[in-house]
T-cell receptor, first 113, second 114 residues
Framework: AQKITQTQPGMFVQEKEAVTLDCTYDTSDPSYGLFWYKQPSSGEMIFLIYQGSYDQQNATEGRYSLNFQKARKSANLVISASQLGDSAMYFCAMREGDNRLAFGKGNQVVVIP | NAGVTQTPKFRILKIGQSMTLQCTQDMNHNYMYWYRQDPGMGLKLIYYSVGAGITDKGEVPNGYNVSRSTTEDFPLRLELAAPSQTSVYFC?????????????FGPGTRLTVT
């Protein structure tokens, strides 16, 4: 069964506007974590943000924030004030236990001036 | 620090050939991972290691082997390459007590099997 679901089609967003990328997950483990990674066209994987299942507050890292809704099993990424350099694929991933990451299929974002 | 390095960057193999993808990290990380990324997809875990001498299978281990004789190195061996192994391969590592469990990724190896 798919553990991470990212179903949005490719998104176009105007520069300086905010964009929300959806991610839902499936786990029965009470201890888990959720990540967002960025993959630009150059191919490298860039860590953006992490949310632990026991964290009381939503994670934020600069322009990135994670909207964590535990009961709904969703972990949406919000990018504020989009920049042209934000154009990339964005992957949601989940850690179960200590070691493994399961990735979603990704969301394509294109920022237009 | 160089971080996580992978060699080669690109490789074309013929069906049935073998090769080793190299991965080295200089951050003294205990945990190391191999992933593959097929076109238009997310990453899938092939193998991982929690320390020297210890390895375990991930989601898609068939057709691959690994070893971890040192903390720094985690090579991935492909035996009898098949077209289905055409993919981009990423190596990653993380500390034992990383508070956010962040994995640091190498730049990837693009492999084509024809």
């Amino acid at each position: 069964a798919q553990k991470i679901t990212q179903t949005q089609p490719g998104m176009f967003v105007q520069e300086k506007e905010a964009v929300t990328l959806d991610c839902t997950y499936d786990t029965s483990d009470p201890s888990y974590g959720l990540f967002w990674y960025k993959q630009p066209s150059s191919g490298e994987m860039i860590f953006l943000i992490y949310q632990g299942s026991y964290d009381q507050q939503n994670a934020t890292e600069g322009r990135y924030s994670l909207n964590f809704q535990k009961a709904r099993k969703s972990a949406n990424l919000v990018i504020s004030a989009s920049q042209l350099g934000d154009s990339a694929m964005y992957f949601c991933a989940m850690r179960e236990g200590d070691n493994r990451l399961a990735f979603g299929k990704g969301n394509q974002v294109v920022v237009i001036p | 620090n160089a971080g996580v390095t992978q060699t080669p960057k690109f490789r074309i193999l013929k069906i049935g050939q073998s090769m080793t993808l190299q991965c080295t990290q200089d951050m003294n990380h205990n945990y190391m991972y191999w992933y593959r990324q097929d076109p238009g997809m997310g990453l899938k875990l092939i193998y991982y290691s929690v320390g020297a001498g210890i390895t375990d299978k991930g989601e898609v281990p068939n057709g691959y082997n690994v070893s971890r004789s040192t903390t720094e190195d985690f090579p991935l061996r492909l035996e009898l390459a098949a077209p289905s192994q055409t993919s981009v391969y990423f190596c990653a590592s993380r500390r034992n007590r990383e508070t956010n469990y962040e994995q640091y990724f190498g730049p990837g190896t693009r492999l084509t099997v024809t």
